[in-house]
């Protein structure tokens, strides 16, 4: 759901719920499923996460672009990590505002690589590279439901230099989804500086050039299917309103 326009009305419902902060123009939320409008509220979650009044929502028309950005780009646009992944300034016309749903790097070698998860990491990589990225966006946090596959390596599963793979980290919550390790990761492997934002990707642990952010699931990575060219097959283009920028 999305907050409707016309302020005068939304700042005389928020004050008859005694509400002092308002959801900022254009916010958009979830209703809790299954909710109902209980004496003109309603339960909105991710993320607002409050219980608001329902005449200040409208049914949100979801909106999804496929932008391609080179790497100056991708250094000017800046990226809300908190909740979702959200554009907060770019100097790419249009973006700014929108939410980032997956990615998928540049390159002509990387045409029939998959649609990738979009963390900081990842993201920061990319713009250090050469090539810059596809990203694809909507006007919704989480317009489709996504299922994540951890990557394969020459056709088998990959494994650390110490033969743990995807399941290990997972299992041993040695990473989160931001593709930052954990305390426990460091815990576990004393020789590997104390640092979380590198420690998946020392020379120690990294194997096939990779480190678990980028083939594990759990870790921030992993595929959502599809090339640069084609969507996940699970999506559905039409419904999503997708438009190639």
Not at 63 to 78: F, P
Request: glycine share 8%; charged share 20%; with cysteine.
């Amino acid at each position: 759901m999305q907050r409707i326009d016309d302020e005068d009305l939304v700042q005389r419902a928020c004050a008859a719920f005694s509400i002092t902060a308002c959801p900022a123009k254009g916010a958009v939320g979830r209703a809790r499923p299954q909710s109902r409008v209980r004496k003109g509220s309603v339960d909105i979650l991710e993320p607002l996460f409050m219980s608001l009044p329902a005449s200040i929502f409208k049914f949100v028309t979801i909106r999804s672009y496929n932008y391609t950005l080179d790497v100056q780009e991708m250094k000017a646009t800046e990226i809300s990590y908190k909740f979702a992944p959200q554009v907060q300034k770019s100097s790419v016309t249009g973006l700014e505002g929108l939410y980032l749903i997956m990615m998928h790097e540049r390159g002509n070698q990387r045409i029939d690589d998959p649609w990738v998860p979009v963390i900081r990491s990842r993201y920061e990589n990319y713009a250090a590279g050469n090539e810059g990225v596809n990203l694809f966006v909507s006007s919704m946090p989480r317009p489709v439901s996504l299922t994540c596959t951890d990557l394969l390596v020459s056709g088998r599963p990959w494994v650390d230099q110490q033969n743990n793979g995807c399941g290990n980290y997972k299992e041993k919550a040695w990473c989160n989804k931001e593709g930052w390790a954990t305390n426990q990761f460091l815990r576990d492997h004393p020789n590997v500086p104390w640092n979380t934002g590198t420690a998946l990707y020392d020379e120690s642990v990294k194997a096939d050039g990779w480190g678990a952010p980028e083939p594990c699931c759990a870790c921030g990575g992993g595929s959502f299917g599809g090339s640069r060219y084609m969507l996940p097959s699970y999506m559905d283009k039409d419904r999503l309103n997708v438009q190639d920028m």
